[in-house]
């Protein structure tokens, strides 16, 4: 297994928003762990569907707890009752960001799987054409004008407002949107690096070793800081398509 | 006398492309660190009236909490954006 992990292309620090080899030849090992974190929350709800005894065990414990949070610290406070009908979607993108970015922490991976644009953008302009479809199927075209034309505003007002808007809504909140979860996880990565490195640098040289006693313990915290923040950035992801969603559905608030 | 004449001498040996790249590699440091100013700010205000909102009412924390996580959110976008700006300057 370590093999070939180890025999797959390491995507470098140049190649942070283009994709080397596109199209079938670039299949690196951020596509592996893509493809893991894919199959892991597939294979959990398959097993938790499964069980057929009243009380619930193992897998299907942990996928009533998960669905259970998406409806309860998600749905509920973002988009209200009639979001039910998302939980799925809002599910699966949670544990696939989440599983794709605990790759941080899991030995011989060593890099989570959204530290390159890519991965975040999909995800970021999937939610954008969803949120979009949401509105638009939900209160027509007049959506679109609503969010440009934002009512109780004067109209001569609108010069200004309407670019506002335009650029907020549609060009910076998808970017922002990829960026916060990319940017995250690539300064983490970063950081757990530079500390490994400077671990190591310490371990070589002999009069120094003594300054490793203070940079080690401050590795594994680090770590432990960035399982912490893996979780938590699955969760803002969610929750911020959430958000999206409710606001394409109920514009008023 | 003799050491600045040597170093207007390196100077003056930088072509175009060096030049950018010291360019490059000076502003980066710049670009997070004025990047961070006002995040930072922001968070810590904004965190500190999320915990006094949950100190005075324990019982609403659980939605203060959610609120202050998507505010973070929110707050930190331009840190961030900051953040990869200075990587691909010093990278890419």
């Given amino acids: 297994m370590s093999f070939v992990i180890a025999a797959l292309e390491f995507p470098s620090v140049e190649n942070l928003v283009i994709w080397p080899g596109a199209w079938g030849i670039g299949f690196n090992k951020i596509a592996l762990e893509m493809l893991i974190a894919a199959a892991v929350p597939i294979g959990l709800f398959f097993a938790a569907r499964g069980q057929k005894s009243l009380v619930p065990q193992g897998a299907r414990n942990l996928a009533e707890t998960s669905i259970e949070f998406i409806e309860e610290q998600i749905v509920m406070p973002t988009i209200g009752p009639d979001g039910m009908r998302y939980v799925p979607f809002l599910l699966s993108l949670f544990f696939f960001i989440a599983i794709g970015n605990l790759f941080e922490v899991i030995p011989m991976f060593h890099m989570p799987a959204n530290a390159r644009m890519a991965g975040p953008l999909v995800l970021a302009l999937t939610v954008y054409a969803l949120w979009i479809f949401v509105g638009v199927k939900n209160h027509g075209l007049g959506y679109i004008k609503e969010l440009l034309f934002p009512p109780g505003v004067p109209k001569a007002l609108y010069i200004l407002v309407t670019p506002i808007e335009f650029l907020s809504n549609f060009l910076i909140r998808p970017f922002s949107h990829a960026v916060r979860l990319f940017a995250n996880m690539l300064a983490g990565h970063i950081l757990l690096v530079t500390f490994s490195v400077l671990c190591i640098a310490l371990w070589q040289t002999g009069p120094l070793l003594a300054v490793e006693a203070l940079t080690f313990p401050m590795l594994v915290g680090l770590t432990a800081f960035e399982i912490g923040v893996a979780l938590l950035q699955a969760f803002v992801f969610t929750i911020l398509t959430g958000v999206y969603i409710g606001g394409a559905l109920h514009p008023a608030h | ?92």
């Fill in chain 2, 1 to 92: 006398m003799s050491s600045i004449t040597a170093a207007a001498q390196v100077l003056a040996q930088l072509d175009a492309d060096a030049q950018k790249a010291a360019d490059a590699a000076s502003s980066a440091g710049f670009a997070y660190g004025l990047a961070a100013i006002g995040p930072g700010i922001g968070i810590g205000y904004l965190v500190g009236q999320a915990v006094q909102a949950m100190a005075r009412q324990p019982e609403s924390a659980g939605q203060v909490q959610t609120t202050m996580f998507l505010g973070i959110a929110f707050t930190e976008a331009l840190a961030l954006i900051g953040f990869v700006v200075f990587i691909l300057l010093k990278f890419a």
